[in-house]
């Protein structure tokens, strides 16, 4: 079993809607929980950056984490076509050898205008 | 704009060769890591260092080395190069470490014929 699973999709989705990417992580020393975006042929770009169990929002953005569980969730809402990436989830523990990050794979996101 | 630089953008060269790989990190940033992508890998992380001292090591092979030199910057160096070493490569910066919050350059494609 991998460390970190994530559907690579693809996803297409329409101008609007709600979209939902998650990650799924066997690792239970993981802590902290990240959330890439990288647009074509560019570097991944932070998009948001959580600590342990919770939720946190940033605009259209909401990152949610359930250590419980090992699941992870990006919710984006009022999707636009801009949004249109590949979505990487990251995550890393702390001290001794957990605290390198581990991505997943991506998941390719279009949003049709 | 992350504030990380690469160079070159792109390289093309033959198998057997050796190229370099330059990164300058965000100003501030005393950690630089190198991750290479590729379509069935994803993002992997080879190699890590923190004011001028390798700090961890991922999947890097032999072939490649890396140095951090004391303004900073970082050299990748991929030596002995395969078909299946053409991927993109990233370079990313953060302030500590422990690989909290990572930024990343624009990466360099590199295709190996």
């Known amino acids: 079993q991998k460390e970190v699973e994530q559907d690579p999709g693809p996803l297409s989705v329409p101008e609007g809607a709600i979209v939902s990417l998650n990650c799924t992580y066997s690792n239970s020393a993981f802590q902290y929980f990240m959330w890439y975006r990288q647009y074509s042929r560019k570097g991944p770009e932070l998009l948001m950056y959580t600590y342990s169990s919770g939720n946190k929002e940033d605009g259209r953005f909401t990152a949610q984490v359930d250590k419980s569980s090992k699941y992870i969730s990006l919710f984006i809402r009022d999707s636009q076509p801009s949004d249109s990436a590949t979505y990487l989830c990251?995550?890393?523990?702390?001290?001794?050898?957990?605290?390198?990050?581990?991505f997943g794979k991506g998941t390719l996101l279009t949003v049709n205008p | 704009d992350s504030g990380v630089t690469q160079t070159p953008k792109h390289l093309i060269t033959a198998t057997g060769q050796r190229v370099t790989l330059r990164c300058s990190p965000r100003?501030?940033?005393?950690?630089v890591y190198w991750y290479q992508q590729s379509l069935d890998q994803g993002l992997q992380f080879l190699i890590q260092?923190?004011?001028?001292?390798?700090?961890a090591k991922g999947n890097i092979l032999e072939r490649f080395s890396a140095q951090q030199f004391p303004d900073l910057h970082s050299e990748l160096n991929l030596s002995s190069l395969e078909l299946g070493d053409s991927a993109l490569y990233f370079c990313a910066s953060s302030v500590g470490q422990f690989q909290e919050t990572q930024y990343f350059g624009p990466g360099t494609r590199l295709l190996v014929l």
């Open positions: 990251a995550m890393s523990g702390s001290g001794g050898s957990n605290y390198k990050l581990t």
């Open positions: 100003s501030g940033d005393l950690s």
């Open positions: 260092y923190y004011n001028g001292e390798e700090r």
